[in-house]
T-cell receptor
Framework: EPEVTQTPSHQVTQMGQEVILRCVPI?????FYWYRQILGQKVEFLVS????????KSEIFDDQFSVERPDGSNFTLKIRSTKLEDSAMYFC?????????????FGPGTRLTVL | AQKVTQAQTEISVVEKEDVTLDCVYE???????LFWYKQPPSGELVFLIR??????QNEISGRYSWNFQKSTSSFNFTITASQVVDSAVYFC???????????????FGTGTRLQVTL
């Protein structure tokens, strides 16, 4: 069964460093998402991406964040200068795009720890 | 603005008990979608079910059942004869329907941690 994959599973970085989180969505899916979950809290939407551009972004997704689909398979989230409060689990999700109610399928997450 | 409320922070039951997880939502849309996801201790988010706002028929899948009531804006989830493997955090989520573009985000509740013991 196709699944969303994410690398790395755990990333440790120093405050102020840049990190890139990588995702490979399900191959025939058209819509891509990033969410984050601070430890013990709810899952929060960051950004959605379709047709090589951002569809929607949340207030969390400020100028320090960017997303890219550099090729036909990868979908990346970059944080330019990490802060302590960026420590969280980051989930990538994708959906086919046949309808707005389509199910989003999530990757296993990348745990980001900022020291 | 959309909002999902899961008032039960944590529930503990003994194996074989039935348990219901509550979910109440708020939205101004007439068309929307509701979801339940399971987050086991390993951390991934596992899709369980999707319902659209026009389909209030309850659904049963094995030991799982869902009760959708538009009149009370609730979408509750019941596990019958719970098992230790059901121990996880369960999230209810809401997605609006958009006329153009379908990159609808999910708005999650705060989750309910279910602990099933022997």
């Amino acid at each position: 069964e196709p699944e969303v994959t994410q690398t790395p599973s755990h990333q440790v970085t120093q405050m102020g460093q840049e990190v890139i989180l990588r995702c490979v969505p399900i191959s025939n899916h058209l819509y891509f998402y990033w969410y984050r979950q601070i430890l013990g809290q709810k899952v929060e939407f960051l950004v959605s991406f379709y047709n090589n551009e951002i569809s929607e972004k949340s207030e969390i997704f400020d100028d320090q964040f960017s997303v890219e689909r550099p090729d036909g398979s990868n979908f990346t989230l970059k944080i330019r200068s990490t802060k302590l409060e960026d420590s969280a689990m980051y989930f990538c999700a994708s959906k086919p795009g046949q309808g707005s109610g389509d199910t989003q399928y999530f990757g296993p997450g990348t745990r980001l720890t900022v020291l | 603005a959309q909002k999902v409320t899961q008032a039960q922070t944590e529930i503990s039951v003994v194996e074989k008990e039935d348990v219901t997880l509550d979910c109440v939502y708020e939205t101004r849309d007439t068309t929307y979608y509701l979801f339940w996801y399971k987050q086991p201790p390993s951390g991934e988010l596992v899709f369980l079910i999707r319902r659209n706002s026009f389909d209030e028929q309850n659904e049963i899948s094995g030991r799982y059942s869902w009760n959708f009531q538009k009149s009370t804006s609730s979408f509750n989830f019941t596990i019958t004869a719970s098992q230790v493997v059901d121990s996880a955090v369960y999230f209810c989520a809401l997605s609006e329907a958009k006329l153009t573009g379908t990159a609808s985000k999910l708005t999650f509740g705060t989750g309910t941690r279910l602990q099933v013991t022997l």
